[in-house]
């Protein structure tokens, strides 16, 4: 089977548990107005399922403790493909981590998760009119990524990142908290992650401009702020 990818981070240790080798995958349906990786919305290069593990394994005494990570991109566009390289990793005992905006049909996206230990979801917003606005995608879909996760019996972390005066307010961290609060057993990690420009060299590279740049930084400490108020709303 024939997949598409954009390229292999080797050594990653921020997409979920240990050191990790962390595949990014070409083709999002989304365009998110702050996306950091517009590279990975075209065909990218093509490769096979046995190819793409043969590649993964080579980082064996690396990731053994780790495991691999399907980022992008939107690995869920190619479920079946991912799902081939998930079932081959895992009987090499490696855990296996998708990471997801959650914006495809529960079918598809059901083919990989089944092979999956965590799914690592994009809640990028609480209401259907901001996703629209910034995202062109729906939160709708994005929640029901997040039951099937849950009914699939996978570990999920969120994510969400801040963008300031959109959803830097304790009203969205309150109703963050509010969609989550159903999926407690299920949702293991929240991360709030400050708006940062580190992607504009490659939108004038792309020769996109960048909806957001004249959008200030998110800062570390706001998200902090934000962030005790969601864990300290979910324990309740």
């Known amino acids: 089977m024939t997949g598409y990818i954009h390229s292999i981070q080797s050594l990653g240790t921020l997409d979920?548990?240990?050191v990790r080798a962390v595949v990014f995958a070409s083709g999002c349906p989304l365009r998110c107005a702050y996306c950091h990786n517009p590279d990975t919305w075209g065909e990218g290069e093509a490769t096979s399922a046995e190819e793409l593990t043969e590649r993964i394994l080579r980082l064996y005494p690396y990731i053994k403790n780790g495991g691999v990570t399907f980022s992008g991109g939107e690995p869920l566009l190619q479920a079946d493909f991912f799902a081939e390289v998930a079932a081959s990793l895992s009987e090499r005992g490696?855990?296996?981590a998708c990471d997801t905006s959650g914006s495809v049909p529960r079918e598809t996206a059901e083919r990989l998760l089944t092979h999956v230990d965590?799914?690592?979801l994009d809640i990028k917003f609480t209401t259907e009119e901001e996703y629209r606005t910034y995202t062109g995608g729906s939160l709708g879909a994005a929640l029901d990524i997040l039951r099937l996760a849950e009914s699939l019996g996978k570990e999920v972390w969120i994510r969400q990142v801040i963008l300031p005066g959109v959803n830097d307010t304790e009203k969205n961290a309150l109703a963050l908290a509010e969609l989550l609060r159903p999926h407690r057993r299920a949702v293991s990690r929240v991360e709030l992650l400050p708006?940062?420009?580190l992607c504009l060299e490659k939108y004038e590279a792309l020769g996109i401009p960048?909806?957001?740049?004249?959008?200030?930084e998110a800062s570390q400490k706001r998200c902090d702020e934000l962030l005790k108020t969601?864990?300290?709303?979910l324990k309740k």
């Open 16 to 18: 979920g548990p240990g």
């Open 94 to 96: 490696l855990h296996i």
């Open 118 to 120: 965590l799914v690592i």
């Open 195 to 197: 708006f940062r420009k």
């Open 210 to 216: 960048f909806p957001l740049s004249d959008m200030p």
């Open 230 to 233: 969601v864990l300290s709303e």
